[in-house]
């Protein structure tokens, strides 16, 4: 990768984010970093699939003012709580229309 100068897009540096697998792209703007693993052409690949998660739920709900502070380096860790936590909700809706045809 090459260490870009994101201040050429005119963009504010707190609404971008960089999702790169060398930490030579986003050497001057870690704080925007998304370190993803690299891809060496594995056929069950998912890490751009569970990035998506992480996007979604975690990068979407934070204020954007705030973006540059949320430590990004353990993401897939945010990611395996999200997943953890809707699949005990499912588990709870379960369980409870297990109970509500039981009480009927």
């Known amino acids: 990768g090459i260490n870009a100068e994101y201040g050429k897009f005119k963009i504010p540096l707190e609404r971008i984010v960089v999702v790169d697998d060398s930490p030579v792209t986003y050497s001057k703007n870690f704080e ?4 993803v693993r690299s891809f060496e052409g594995q ?3 998912h890490e751009l699939a569970i990035l998506e998660i ?3 739920e975690v990068i979407a709900s934070f ?3 705030h973006l540059r502070r949320l430590d990004k380096i353990w993401w897939r860790r945010e990611v395996e709580h999200i997943l953890e ?6 588990f709870l809706e379960w369980r ?5 045809k039981r009480d009927k």
């Not at 936590?85 to 499912?90: D, E, F, G, Q, T």
């Not at 409870?96 to 509500?100: D, P």
């Open 32 to 35: 925007n970093a998304i370190p």
């Open 43 to 45: 056929r069950y690949d």
């Open 54 to 56: 992480y996007l979604r």
């Open 63 to 65: 204020p954007e003012e």
């Open 85 to 90: 936590l809707r699949s005990m909700k499912r």
């Open 96 to 100: 409870s229309k297990i109970k509500e």
